[in-house]
């Protein structure tokens, strides 16, 4: 598989025709923002090919303290065919050794995805990472947070990503979010 390191200049709109529509519009950065993140934040933005075609798509945010996948993607055509194991495999080898977290659409909340959520979650656990049983809430999505690496990860850690972010874009400036501790 091809990787190609993605930057406000090369990205194309294959790739963010993918981005528009993989993730629900809620928890979309505006385009042009994440553009402009790239570079503020160091995004590790890559585009992944199997030859000429264009397969999918990580964003991930290194940090000191933990890596945070932020955002994978694969062409809905192309999904169940071992791309997404083949991308997840090569980043966990990229940023071995390092704690790596993610947040994602929680298995445990009732909803039309759920079985969705569920092979999502499973697909992760397969791969070594652990549910911290960390909940946020997205508008009404739930959220659960899951690891990778030594250590925990907290309601004060994800606060501290969270307000880190705010340093370079406040989301709730651009879109109605409200991000919630689950109780």
Known sequence: M????????????QIRQL??????EEEQIPWDDLMR??????????????????V???????????TWYWYFAVR?????????????SNVIERYK???TVFD??????ECANSEQRKRRHKFYLRNGFRDTNVYRRFD????TIMMMGEGSFTINDWNDITNELKQFWNWEDSKKVNYREEI
């Open 37 to 54: 993140l790239i570079g503020e934040m160091h995004l590790d933005f890559t585009a992944y090919y199997d030859g000429d075609t264009f």
């Open 140 to 143: 009404e999505v739930e959220m």
């Open 104 to 109: 994602m659409e929680s298995p445990r909340q």
């Open 56 to 66: 999918g798509f990580t964003i991930i945010y290194p940090r000191p303290s933990f």
């Open 2 to 13: 091809k990787k190609k390191s993605i930057t406000a200049a090369n990205s194309d709109e």
């Open 97 to 99: 050794g390092q704690t």
């Open 19 to 24: 981005y528009e529509t993989a993730f629900p």
């Open 76 to 88: 809905d055509e192309l999904r169940s065919k071992g791309y997404g194991q083949q991308i997840l």
